[in-house]
């Protein structure tokens, strides 16, 4: 499943989307003038008409087009101006609720360290967290322009039927869909739906209001008449939403397996869907606008028009052993869930089961539930490396992991998530304190250089933030420095949901405590530049270009001092940093490599070179994130500092990658 590769189809999807919107909008407009030409008709029956007065009939069709024009475009524009906050405004459009960062409640807690383990393991900020509360249904949807605003909705029947494979699979499935440019396409699909849905909401508001009087025959009939055209629009919208989302499900199927390296739980979920009775179907009004970003079918449409795969033949390609009776075995077995235990490892039972039913549906990893299927367990470390330790790079298969992580990586996850001190995670998930621990973060461990930082913190804040800051500082030493980046991930959902000038004063207070001593240490860098990346993708989702369209060539100068930094950073002699940088710049810029350069000022350097290489389109991307792995491995092992370097890099060009754990 290549990240690239699948950022290039949704830009496909994306001009196909377009082309389906304007041939609506031509027949939509068309059907209104042909309705005008009835009605002209009508009028004109029978009547004596003089042949030298001049017909008005073009000119008021020319207005009318005009105007349904107009509704259209305004509608489209008003829709997608109401989504610019972001994946968190869909999920609450819909009535979900956020899940709280600091709860206790034993499923929102599951669900939380599920998202936060994947988020780690795919190198992108914890989405914000939503329950519909009302839907006892199976199902769950990503929203958002990019991972920084992402947010990842999940219903009620979600966490009480769902172990925590199955529930990983399903979050796996979303993940997908928010790493690989879906997410974005389908935020776009609403605000384009909404435009050609708008004729046929007018039509039905006409009816509602003209329908119970006795003169409004002719309201009546014209009300009647738009919706008719309007119906035309929801033809195309459900034709584009189909077009577009059914073979992306099949994709985000595959990615989650590639995930979790089983099949056990996304199939799993999958066949409780099929076997339940409330299935995946919302309740919700607000249904039809969301049906292409859900993960099972949420509205039940003709095959025509279903946004989804048939159920069975995405059971089928995950479980070519799959049979249609474990549905019934499934309902006959399932009365009502309850909760086993109120601890993370903790997973729901059935009442009404028996004890081999309950080990087969609801225990993960410990009984495989008929047909369903796993990979066999990879080998993966259980614990930390040493922060000086050597990592052992896979050049080969490093790049095939942007914004791609495996099983492995979802265990390295969890390992990082677990080892965290607990009172900073939980400092991570305050309103007020998440700033503090970011701060405590980049303070240097000189006396004096920390005296200064705390002195800009105070000017910027206040003395009660000083003191949390100071107070944070004392525990993170306790920290690895694989967990750094990974901690702001985890603050980052409670930091972007401050007011724009707090942010931006944040961001002002965060670059200067990394210039507080003259000079920028890498792990200063890299925290910051992450963080300010994510923040600005936040404050302006909608304007984000997680891609462009820029050839390699016109950004080679850009290139060449990326690669020279990276290359310099990683080796101790000069010839070894030369050597580093032809290999990683054979693989970007074979035919005009710039000769070996470093620039003096590495961090100017990378801010400038950066934002432009952001702009290259996909293809070019995967040959950058291959180049800059074979210069920093160059000597087939790095250090953690650059293993976090080479992850910030990419994250600020939207590859995001994995943490690497592997130790040599």
């Known amino acids: 499943m290549n990240f690239f590769a699948q950022q290039e189809r949704a830009r496909t999807h994306t001009r196909r989307m377009l082309i389906l919107f304007v041939l609506a909008v031509v027949c939509i407009i068309g059907a209104v003038d042909i309705v005008l030409m009835i009605a002209f008709g009508a009028l004109g029956h029978g009547r004596h008409q003089s042949f030298s007065a001049p017909s008005p009939q073009p000119l008021i069709m020319f207005w009318t087009s005009a105007i349904v024009l107009a509704v259209i475009g305004l509608s489209t524009l008003y829709k997608v101006s109401s989504l610019r906050g972001g994946g968190g405004v869909v999920a609450r459009q819909l009535g979900a609720s956020l899940v709280p960062a600091d709860t206790t409640d034993f499923a929102y807690r599951r669900l939380r360290n599920v998202v936060e383990e994947i988020a780690i393991a795919s190198g992108v900020p914890v989405p914000e967290i939503y329950v519909l509360e009302d839907e006892p249904a199976i199902n769950a949807f990503a929203s958002g322009y990019t991972p920084a605003d992402a947010a990842v909705t999940v219903t009620r029947g979600c966490m009480d039927k769902l172990t925590r494979d199955e529930l990983q699979g399903v979050i796996a499935h979303e993940f997908s869909h928010v790493l690989n440019g879906d997410m974005r396409l389908n935020i776009r699909l609403m605000g384009v739906l909404f435009g050609i849905l708008v004729i046929g909401i007018l039509g039905r508001k006409v009816l509602e209001g003209t329908g119970r009087s006795r003169d409004s025959g002719g309201a009546v009939a014209f009300g009647l008449a738009i919706c008719a055209v309007g119906y035309i629009g929801v033809f195309f919208g459900r034709l584009i939403k189909a077009g577009i989302s059914r073979q992306r499900e099949y994709l985000a199927d595959a990615s989650a397996v590639q995930f979790t390296r089983q099949t056990l739980g996304i199939s799993g979920a999958l066949k409780k869907i099929g076997g339940l009775a409330d299935g995946s179907k919302l309740a919700s009004s607000g249904t039809e606008e969301v049906a292409h970003m859900l993960f099972g079918d949420g509205v039940g449409y003709s095959a025509l028009f279903a946004t989804h795969p048939p159920l069975q033949k995405r059971i089928l390609v995950l479980d070519p052993h799959f049979n249609p009776a474990e ?338």
């Open 327 to 664: 549905f019934a075995a499934i309902a006959a077995a399932w009365s009502e869930p309850v909760q086993s235990g109120d601890g993370e490892g903790a997973e729901v039972s059935i009442s009404g089961f028996s004890p081999a039913q309950v080990a087969a549906i609801s225990e993960p990893g410990q009984a495989t539930a008929p047909g369903s299927r796993m990979a066999p367990a990879q080998d993966v470390p259980t614990s930390l490396p040493h922060a000086n330790a050597a990592i052992k790079l896979n050049v080969a298969q490093a790049t095939p992991q942007a914004a791609a992580p495996t099983q492995a990586d979802i265990v390295n996850a969890g390992t990082i998530h677990a080892a965290m001190p607990e009172s900073l995670r939980a400092a991570a998930y305050m309103a007020e304190r998440a700033p503090q621990l970011v701060f405590a973060l980049m303070l240097d461990d000189n006396g004096d250089v920390r005296a200064k930082q705390l002195g800009i913190v105070e000017k910027y804040y206040d003395a009660g933030v000083r003191a949390g800051v100071e107070e944070l500082a004392t525990q993170t030493p306790q920290l690895h420095p694989l967990q750094r980046l990974p901690l702001a991930q985890l603050a980052f959902p409670v930091l972007r949901r401050r007011p724009r000038p707090q942010l931006q004063g944040f961001l002002v207070a965060l670059n200067q405590l990394v210039q507080a001593d003259g000079k920028v240490a890498i792990e200063e860098y890299c925290l910051a530049k992450l963080i300010g990346v994510q923040v600005v993708d936040a404050l302006d989702p909608s304007k984000a270009r997680p891609n462009g369209a820029v050839k390699l060539p016109a950004v080679a100068a850009e290139i060449a001092d990326v690669f020279a930094i990276v290359a310099e950073y990683g080796s101790a002699d000069p010839a070894d940093a030369q050597r580093a940088y032809l290999l990683g710049m054979h693989e970007v810029l074979p035919d005009a490599i710039p000769a070996y350069a470093p620039p003096q000022e590495w961090t100017v350097a990378l801010d400038r070179a950066l934002p432009k290489l952001d702009l290259l389109a996909p293809a070019g991307k995967e040959l950058l994130v291959r180049g800059l792995t074979q210069a920093i491995g160059a000597d087939n092992v790095v250090t953690v500092a650059e293993a976090e370097l080479l992850r910030t890099v990419c994250a600020a060009v939207h590859c995001p990658l994995p943490p690497m754990i592997d130790q040599a």
